[in-house]
Structures are given as C-alpha cells and as structure tokens.
C-alpha cells in the first residue's frame, strides 16, 4: 500500500490561514490503514481547524468528507455538490488525491495534508516499511523474493557493496542489509548458485526516470 504522515497542524494552518471555508477530503484506501487519511483523521484535523480559528476569534467553517477513494473519477465526483460551498480543501490522502481533485476542480484551491513517504507494508503494529519502488519491472523472483531495487540503499543487482557490518547496511545500523537477507535465504533454498549469475544493468526506461507513466488496458477502455 501507499504509506504516507500527516504533515505537521503548524504547516497545515499556515496553508489555509487566509480561508473561510475549508472542506477537509479523506480517502478511505491506503491511508485509513496506516491511520492518516480515513474518516476519523478528517474528524480530528477538522476540529482542529475549528478550534485555532476560534483562537484567532474568526468565523471557520469546516466540512467533512471522506471518500472512498481519491484516485478514481467515480467517487471524486460525489464532491460536485458541495466542493462549491468552500473556497479551499485540503486533501488527506496520497500525493494523488490532491492532484485528482486539482485536475476535477480547477476553480479550487487544493491544498496536500499529507506527506506521501514510499510503497510498503506494515512490519508490525504502527510500523510500516518500503518494499517497492514502483520501477515498473519487477524481478524478486531472481533475489529471494526480496527486492533489492527497494531495499538496498544502492539499488545493487550484483551482490553486497561491502559496507554492511554485522548484517546491517553502512547508512545505519538499524537499517537491515538487504543483500545479507538475500544471500542467508538462497542458502537456505540451496540456491546461492543463482547469485553468480550477472545481472547486466537495469533498465530504468519502465521506471520514475522515463518520465510520469501511464497503463492502459485495452479491453477497459470505453
């Protein structure tokens, strides 16, 4: 899932300070799972919108609304109603929200209430961690099933760079050296042979480098 944090209520208020009428927009994918955008989120930052404009002794109004997703057309449209009653919205999903509803309501002003960090998954409860850089040509099958694209601090295709320690990566001993994990469980398949195969450099032309992407599925299209 998409993991992101709620930017900090200092920078959000500075955001809207000079409006009236603010709609706060959640979404309730990826960002109600790791606690940041759902319905309860939207309750919470609303408030404390209310609350600091009654500090400042102005008149907000605050509305509500959660979506259940903010990155298809079909349920952003459900704002056509009401997104004309406020002079700003802040967007509490993904970095794609935000952009969504900018490109639905050009009239508006969208603000971004949170801070879109990577691709992961939780590790525990309230820990999340990265596991995919979206490069658009997935090969875990070739390490382990653990992607090192994602997880290496250098994106290496061919083995360990020799700085990590003890299994742990050179930028922090806290950070687990993904090559380490990768050779540990190739052994264990009895498949470490694999390992000296060279995997010659990888094309990033399917990544974030070639420029914003797009799919398309044909037999979807109207």
Known sequence: MIVAESKPTKELLEMVKDFKRIL???????VTVCNVGGAKEVAILASTLRISGKKEGLDVMVGEHTLERQ????YINELEDVIGDYDAVISIACG??????????PDTKIFPGVNTKFMGGAVEHGVWAERCAGCGTCAIHLFGGLCPIARCSKS?????CGG???GKCEISNEVDCVWDLIVTKMMEQDRLDELT???PPKSWTTARDGGPRKMIR?????
């Open 24 to 30: 706060v927009v959640g979404c309730k994918g990826c």
């Open 71 to 74: 990155c298809d057309p079909e």
């Open 96 to 105: 794609v929200g935000p952009q969504f509803l900018s490109e639905k309501y």
């Open 156 to 160: 290496l295709l061919n083995g360990p």
């Open 164 to 166: 990590s320690s003890d």
């Open 197 to 199: 195969v060279f995997r």
């Open 218 to 222: 044909e037999e979807l299209v109207k």
